[in-house]
């Protein structure tokens, strides 16, 4: 059921309260959705594991997408690495860059590990609010990365002055960051589609970025100050 612009929770069996509730808890915390419904239980709301599921899909990206506009600009240098998850048994490749200090920049997830799709991700990061242009890109020895990147300099997409630098220590900062977001995805044991893993992990990133401490006039170790943010977003009281 798609969300209407005025009201986000027309049309559900659940106060918008308890759906953000279930949505934020299991994107934020390294819950299952059986879980998350048992815990509802506890509560006295008896909600399906299918219906929580669902929540995910439907105001997981649309975290994603609300929460952009409150973003602090990061800086100028950009740790990139790639890693795996699984869908319907194959390996699918999530791009993550993190600035220096470990701010999330931007991820997608992509069918392959190539050129194009790094050319994709460099385009994303970029038109979205809040990245400042890369100084430096910091990457593993893909050898996809060097002609990305000099095909993004020849049609303009990032300055002649960027420095593309190889080297796996330089992105010991972005390996580390990855143990977030994969020890969510690991409760899920696969997806079952591109489309649900890409939902999934919009939302999963979003709570990442929130917990991090990007949101502007938003300390990272505030967490009913994020639960209430979360809320705000969709125009309800915590």
């Known amino acids: ?63 994603d997408q609300r929460c952009r506009r409150h973003l602090k600009p990061t800086n100028k240098s950009w740790r990139l690495d790639e890693t795996y998850i699984k869908v319907k048994g ?19 997830l992509t069918d392959r590990r190539d050129a194009a799709a790094a050319k994709r991700f460099f385009r994303r990061a970029l038109e979205n609010l809040g990245n400042s242009a890369p100084r430096v890109i910091n990457g593993d020895k893909n050898p996809a990365y060097p002609r990305a990147v000099e095909e993004l300099k020849q049609d303009g997409t990032i300055s ?15 390996e580390q960051d990855h143990r977030h977001v994969k020890r969510r995805t690991w409760l899920a044991k696969g997806y079952g589609s591109f489309w649900t893993a890409w939902r999934t992990l919009q939302g999963i990133e979003a709570m990442e ?12 170790n ?12 969709f125009g309800i009281a915590a």
């Not at 194959?90 to 991820?107: C, M």
């Open 1 to 63: 059921m798609p969300i209407t612009p005025s009201n986000p929770f027309k049309w559900r069996h659940y106060e918008g309260g308890v759906i953000l509730l279930c949505v934020r808890w299991y994107l934020r915390y390294p819950l299952s959705f059986r879980q998350v419904a048992e815990i509802m239980a506890e509560r006295g709301l008896h909600v399906d594991r299918s219906c929580i599921w669902r929540w995910v899909q439907i105001y997981g990206p649309e975290v």
């Open 90 to 108: 194959r390996d699918r490749f999530l791009y993550r860059a993190v600035d220096s200090t470990g701010q999330t920049i931007d991820f997608l």
């Open 160 to 174: 002649r002055k960027c420095r593309l630098r190889q080297c796996k220590y330089l992105n010991n900062i972005v």
């Open 209 to 220: 970025m929130v917990r991090k401490g990007r949101v502007r006039r938003l300390a990272k």
């Open 222 to 233: 505030d967490s009913v100050g994020q639960a209430k943010f979360i809320c705000a977003l």
